[in-house]
């Protein structure tokens, strides 16, 4: 599978991103991956441990005459977004990654790619791999359940990592090189609520809200892409004088991905089934109105479906009013960053099923206090609707350090291989570099990669020759630090 990923240059990097791509790594189940690298380690001689998070670490010593270079720790993920294509049957716990090429763009088909970080990941065992390349003590650090809140990070064993400087590889932006990044924190609910018959002239149908682009809750949030969760919502309030009675609600899988689809099975008198129905085509047109530019595909389908139970009236509005209160999108820009988002909130995942209600929530911003006081009022809204709520433990944002020494080193390598200066940026999106740093406070840090787009969803690929300059990079940087 995906023989053709050798093809392409840089080589090494790409044979090992076949590995990943062959080997099925959604979040919590990493152990195949892992274990596939630790065989490759052990072919090459290179010691490698996990510690009890199930992160992995591996060892490279310095090249002759190195040794008292400074230690570099190349870091990213292994896991991957589980996201498909509705009508796409592909299992993420037993079936390979499926890509092409078209357009010089790398992309998966019908499902999520995992560059996002297969190809950092890669990028740091490829760089194991070079055996003409003088370097310094090595590490490459995989941590593990990136993609659900940071986890592996979160428990990195501390005083393991010997380097102290350290380049994260999961960046999405050719040119660009990020010294902070915002810290995230979980809104949940799960609660039973009763289920009623259902009787009398009542009609059954199903609603959906799909078309959507998704992507990122943290890097796409600023874009304008819609909320399937927030736009069903809407469309489910505007029933709500009918009588509405909701049976189910099916909307999102990961709370880091904005939803680009969500269903909802709903009963009505039968008498306001027609007016519900040219409601929902008129909130089609006006969606797409709204959405023009940005998801202008947006469509609003209805069935006809069965059901012999739903919740209650009194029920179905609390839960649909609180679900059309939710802030979703930006809360605000930054002052200090100017154009980067500060505070941001992503309705990510809305179940009801078997009477059932759960929710998951991710809220993001560069300013803890900021992001626990968007906690607290979202979970304040959860109290007044009456649903039970949990605070999920926030992780860290990433400080930025204009004045690191490791920064202006690799301006200047960036300059050298590109032709350019790198632009520094501070970004929206959850990384690792907060929480690493919460353990290992004399770590000078930064983050680079290369472009890739759509990440969190099927629409993502990634730049082929983006890749190559971003591993000419990479090892131009290993180089200069071995003489440091």
Known sequence: MNAHLEQLEPKLLWQHFRTFCDTPRPSWHEDAILSKIEAWADERGFAHERDEANNLRIVKPATAGHENAPGVVMQGHVDMVAESDAGVDHDFETDPIVTFVEDGWLKARGTTLGADNGIGAAAGLAILDETDLEHGPLEVL???????????????????????????LDTEEEGEVCI???????????????????????????IGVNGLTGGHSGMDIDTGRASANRLLARALHQLLPLGLRLVDYDGGRMDNAITRAAWATVALPDAAFDEATAELVELEAVFQKELAG??????????????DKALSVGDTKRLVRLLYALPYGVERMSLAAPGVVETSNNIGVVQVADGVFSAQLMVRSLVDSARDSLVERIATMFELAGFPVTRERGYPGWAPNPKSALLARFVDVHERVTGQPPEVKVIHAGLECGLIGARYPKMDMISFGPTIRGAHSPTERVDIAAVDNFYKILRAMITELAGA
């Open 142 to 168: 995989l941590t593990v359940a990136e993609e659900v809140s940071l986890v592996g990070a979160a428990h990195l064993a501390p005083n393991w990592v010997n380097g102290r400087l350290l380049l994260n």
């Open 294 to 307: 940005v998801d202008g595909q947006v469509a609003v389908d209805q069935e006809r479906a069965e059901a």
């Open 180 to 206: 902070g990044c915002a810290g995230g924190a979980n809104v949940t609910t799960e609660t039973e609520l009763a289920e009623h018959p259902l009787e009398g002239n009542l009609t059954v149908f199903k």
